[in-house]
């Protein structure tokens, strides 16, 4: 369990994937303009990174190493394609919030990466923590960004349809840039920096 | 050669293809699975639509790409779908009209433009300025009609407008074309 634990925690803040490996940012970037779609992203790249883990896992000891990256490649792409469709039959609504960053996951570097740096070298049950952790670190990476861009570019802060609260000048004057990419840039920069300074990502 | 060398020189082939072909007949499986809800989702979407248009609305009719729509028999209007250009690509518009000029009003289907700006084109706010409008005037105030552009958003206004009269002269020139062969 200890070490199940380890796993699990190190993708929080240690090597979370976005704020630290600065993995997975197309995603991060494109998606954290509201806390809906992060959290829709979220669910996307968790269902992917803990079937590629646990398959990548559980194949480690007999992929040659010469096509072991079309292989997870392969394997990746077919779990991204059933969860798109999954998602456009049962959740329509969300597959509509999501579009084309779903099917983009494919190419999300978290995915692959962990594939190649850590499934392909550790037992099932350590890939599947290190999955879990790496989605958490995810999200929150996701959450801080998106909760930034959403407050400061439309003013607003609501979740799934329910208003929480306006802010009182930006919401008739919302900072537009922030829900553009520029904004998404400019966002991540400043957090990156901020983490930096005060050194809570510090290894 | 000896046969377990052949093997072993083979292995990354045949590994990579029966991969390959496990993924392939589960991708199928799911999307043979999927692909009647999908289908249906889209169907009721469109109809949802159509009925939140044309409240009367009994039936409708697909022909032409148009959809003709009948309460009691009486065809009380058509409406038909508009791709328009956006800022972040395309535009899907369902545009409902009372008669060959006249605009009953639209609905935004999908569209991927910036959230907060250009997607306020699908807000009522926006999309009410056609309601009842001439096809003529469904064009932005600047580019001589009756729309006012979403501030910040020009572009994704423009397309609205433009698709939405463009594809309204197109059809209109489909459906009397139809009449006068019929």
């Known amino acids: ?203 | 050669m000896p046969a377990k060398d052949v093997f072993g020189r083979a292995f990354p082939v045949i590994l990579l293809t029966a991969v390959v072909a496990i993924c392939v007949s589960l991708l199928t499986y799911v999307g043979s699975i999927t692909l009647p809800r999908i289908e249906a989702l889209e169907v009721q979407k469109i109809q949802g639509m159509l009925s939140g248009m044309f409240p009367d609305m009994s039936r409708y009719t697909f022909e032409d790409e148009i959809y003709a729509i009948y309460s009691d028999e009486v065809r009380i209007g058509y409406a038909f779908v508009a791709v328009g250009k956006g800022y972040g690509g395309a535009i899907n518009i369902l545009v409902g009209l009372e008669d060959e000029a006249t605009i009953k009003r639209i609905t935004v289907i999908s569209h991927t433009e910036t959230p907060g700006l250009g997607s306020r084109i699908t807000e009522d706010l926006f999309t009410g300025q056609f309601v009842r409008l001439s096809v003529d005037d469904a064009a932005l105030r600047r580019d001589g009609g009756q729309i006012d552009a979403i501030t910040g958003a020009t572009i994704s206004s423009r397309a609205v407008a433009d698709a939405v009269r463009i594809t309204a002269v197109e059809k209109v020139k489909v459906l009397e074309d139809s009449e006068e062969g019929g």
């Open chain 1, 1 to 203: 369990m200890g070490k199940f634990a380890q796993e699990f925690a190190k993708g929080l803040i240690i090597t979370n994937p976005v704020l630290v490996l600065l993995l997975g940012l197309c995603p991060a970037l494109a998606v954290s303009t509201s806390i809906d779609n992060a959290l829709g992203m979220t669910l996307a790249v968790l269902i992917v990174l803990l079937g590629s883990n646990i398959i990548i896992a559980a194949m480690r000891n007999f992929v040659p190493s010469i096509t072991r990256i079309p292989i997870f490649i392969v394997i990746i792409a077919t779990l991204v394609t059933v969860v798109n469709l999954l998602f456009h039959a049962y959740l329509p609504d969300l597959h509509e919030t999501l579009g084309i960053y779903l099917p983009l996951v494919v190419v999300n570097c978290i995915v692959l990466g962990r594939a190649e740096a850590f499934a392909s070298k550790n037992p099932v049950v350590r890939s599947i923590a290190d999955a879990l952790g790496m989605t958490v670190g995810f999200m929150l990476a996701l959450l801080m960004i998106s909760l930034i861009r959403q407050m400061l570019g439309t003013g607003e802060m609501s979740v799934f349809g329910v208003h929480f609260f306006s802010l009182p000048v930006l919401s008739s004057r919302p900072v537009a840039i922030f829900i553009l990419p520029p904004g998404g840039f400019l966002v991540i920069g400043l957090l990156l920096g901020l983490f930096k300074w005060t050194g809570v990502l510090k290894r």
